[in-house]
């Protein structure tokens, strides 16, 4: 007995003074005491104003988190060119138009010990169209029928990109039997992922190792995730070993990890595009040569050279030059100052009174130009505009906020500028279903062509023809000046050197996965 407590003993001993040395070495703690590994995990991209706080696929953009931090799976999942590709499924096959029939893998199990089958799956689908934003219009599921491992669905019409849309976040499949625990950025639920979720907050995810993943082992035991809302904290946190590794760096603190040997950095290009749309209701957006100076006076090179410091590409329209439909395919306007004050002038503004703002009947060209904090670029952007603005004679107020889906929603905007992925599914049809005829239509944008293409590209199965359909729909909203487009981002993930298996993907999801490792 005396021995075993000696034994003991020492070994507190040694993992203290390891412990010890590698905090005077400015390394983080990863593996304890009993050979347990742990990682903590920095990101800007988790939060209540960003609508994914929490876990619940089925509630706003929550399924972004369940992908990324390894919680929860979607049936199909993007290959690194955004090629679809089965995940939990194995095989799929149309049927007919509106019927497409599904193999699901065999052996996987929900973190609630339930077995993941047909009807679990029907189950979990059928609360996302119930209670789901996006989800009922672009899956169009009539009905479906659950066979051991074989699901059936049936949907109202022809949905050609259904199972690109099954591999979208909100897809993830958990188990409804153990429902829904915790409300909004608190809600847990039981997925197939790699990690549990002991505990989840609007601020942090404190996971476990998934013991049967079905995956293959699972190498960390202990992730922590922590929300930063301050990207200088971030970045100091990353340099203290406070977090491990982290998503969201301001694009200005990159040169510091850089050429260092006690970090890696691992970025790709990506769809996430930060864009612009007006306010169609305001009475100054209404004059369409105001939008279109507004548009001429950004300058998208200095803000991806300068602000950006090279990891962003001057963005054309919705998709990045690597989509055959993206930014080669269509044309819009591009940085004029002087063809911008032109444009103001052939509407009656000009400068009157000198002091560099154009007006007309005595009001000020001011413009509300509403922006939020949490993707760091932003108000950066805002403020590169400001200026750049501002030399065309239009004055730029700006409203960071994060409550900006309120203003949004509200109409309190001239111009909302956001950033989304364009096509988190490998497919076009997501960004016109949901931002240009959707939900997030915040400007109240309105063309008929416009809502019947978009609706002629949910029902075409041709990939060449959908991809012509998504230039049309693009070169249709720049003519008529509705959005405005500046960058395609890289994304990109940095960590300590011992940190393995974290990779940048161009969907911006698979953050944390079973590849994971400390070393």
Known sequence: MLRKDTYIMKKKLIAAILTGAMLAAGMSTTVWADGEKSFVYGTTGYSEEMGDAGLNPHDNYSGWSALRYGVGETLFKYNDNMEVEPWLATDYEFVDDTTVKITL??????????????EAVKEC????????????????IDHMEADGLTLTIYT??????????????????????????GEGGSANVAGTGPYIAENVTPTQIDLVKNENYWGGE?????????????????????QT?????????????????????DYTINSCATSRCFFGQFNMDSEIMQDQNVRKAVEMGID????????????????????PSSFSYGNDAVETVSYDPDGAKKLLEESGWTDTDGDGYVDKDGQKLSINWLTYPTRLEQPKLAEYAQATLKDIGIDV???????????????????????????PTGDPEYFFTS?????????????????????QLHQTFDKDKRGKLAIELQQDILDDDAFFFVSHLNMGIVTKSNVKGMAAHPCDYYEITADLDVE
């Open 218 to 238: 699972v190498k960390v035991d202990k992730v922590t995730v922590k929300s930063f809302s301050d990207g200088s904290a971030l970045t100091a946190a990353l």
């Open 105 to 118: 893998r065999d052996g996987v199990k929900f973190s609630s010990g339930r077995t993941m089958d047909a």
């Open 300 to 319: 998208k090179d200095g803000f991806c050279s300068v602000i950006m410091q090279g990891r962003g590409v001057p963005a054309k329209a919705a998709f």
């Open 156 to 181: 109202t019409e022809p949905c050609p990109a259904i199972i690109n849309y099954l591999g979208d976040p909100y897809g993830a499949i958990i188990d409804m039997e153990y429902g829904i625990q």
């Open 435 to 455: 931002t240009v005829v959707g939900s997030k239509n915040y400007g109240n944008y309105q063309n008929e062509e416009v809502t019947k293409l978009t609706e």
């Open 241 to 261: 070993g406070d977090i491990q590794g982290t998503y969201g760096l301001q694009y200005d603190n990159y040169s510091l990890f850089e050429n260092n040997a």
């Open 125 to 140: 689908l059928e609360d996302l169209i119930a209670v789901h934003d996006r989800a009922p219009s672009d899956l169009k």
């Open 397 to 423: 107020q700006v409203n960071n906020t994060s409550d900006h889906r309120t203003f949004a929603e509200n109409g309190e905007f001239d111009v909302y500028v956001s950033s989304t992925t364009t096509a």
